[in-house]
């Protein structure tokens, strides 16, 4: 069983038995909530019959799924090399499932390019496809390729669902368990890596500078534009502090989501992205 994605087993696995499922998806909602891992499980039962967890090493299936395709981005972006690649996949009849699965994460790094080229695929999806597009937030994507996706939103899960995952999967104490699930803010992976990762610890207090007006802003960009591979990361974060009250943030929240995304642009000044993002902070 999957921690709190129940309902979707039950919704997928009966569009699945009545050969219903769409051959494309959008799963967006925050950060680290269990996109990515369900989309994983989905291409798993399609090949082999039942929703299980993936266990998955540097981001991707410890055991290899025969036919699914993961694109990431390569540097800041998915661009247009990656969508050819999906066309290709997909061009092909699968063998060991009745689809072939591509899961496009972080679907909001493709550049516009990009965007329109998986448009034309989605136009006219082979009929044994099914394309997955994974975002923080929806309205990244063009308005054109949004109406040809049917849309998936994953909520926050609940503190008590979180420490169970703790305490079972990680063998974390119990009390430790729920401090952690209280400071996970709803998202079952940002638990696990405040539990395991140091990099997750440090975004953590950074985060916690700014928003607290402790940290000066110019410092801060100064790091992200040495070390850019932190930029994603730090602002995911943020999104996710500040959606603890998405009506009082929600200026800052589209700020942050429309700079990341313009980021994944290579045209773009990045330092003023930043400095954009962070403004009304």
Request: hydrophobic letters at 40%; one cysteine or more.
């Amino acid at each position: 069983m999957l921690i709190g994605q129940d309902n979707l087993e039950e919704i997928f696995g009966n569009l699945i038995k009545s050969n219903q499922l769409s051959h494309s998806y959008i799963f967006f909602g925050e950060p680290q909530v269990g996109k990515y891992s369900f989309a994983l499980s989905l291409a798993s039962c399609l090949e082999k019959g039942i929703f299980e967890k993936v266990e998955v090493e540097n981001e991707l299936p410890k055991h290899v799924l025969e036919e699914t395709l993961i694109v990431r981005p390569e540097g800041d972006s998915i661009g247009i090399d990656a969508i050819r690649d999906i066309k290709h996949f997909l061009s092909r009849k699968p063998v060991y499932s009745a689809h072939r699965v591509v899961i496009v994460d972080e679907a909001h790094t493709m550049t516009s390019q990009a965007q329109h080229a998986t448009l034309k695929i989605a136009e006219e999806p082979p009929p044994h496809s099914l394309l997955i597009l994974i975002t923080l937030n929806i309205d990244s994507l063009l308005t054109t390729l949004q109406s040809r996706f049917q849309r998936v939103y994953f909520p926050r899960l609940r503190t008590e669902e979180i420490a169970k995952l703790l305490e079972d999967d990680y063998k974390i104490d119990r009390s430790k368990a729920d401090t952690l699930a209280k400071l996970s803010l709803g998202r079952p992976g940002r638990a696990v890596s405040l539990a395991t990762n140091e990099e997750e610890k440090e975004r953590f207090k950074t985060a916690s500078s700014i928003l607290a007006k402790k940290t000066s802003k110019s410092d801060v960009i100064g790091e992200l534009l040495e070390n850019e591979d932190r930029i994603n990361p730090l602002f995911a974060e943020l999104i996710a502090r500040l959606a603890n009250d998405p009506i009082k943030n929600y200026d800052t929240l589209r700020s942050i989501t429309l700079r990341m995304s313009a980021m994944s642009q290579f045209s773009v000044n990045k330092r003023l992205q930043i400095e954009t993002a962070l403004w009304n902070i």
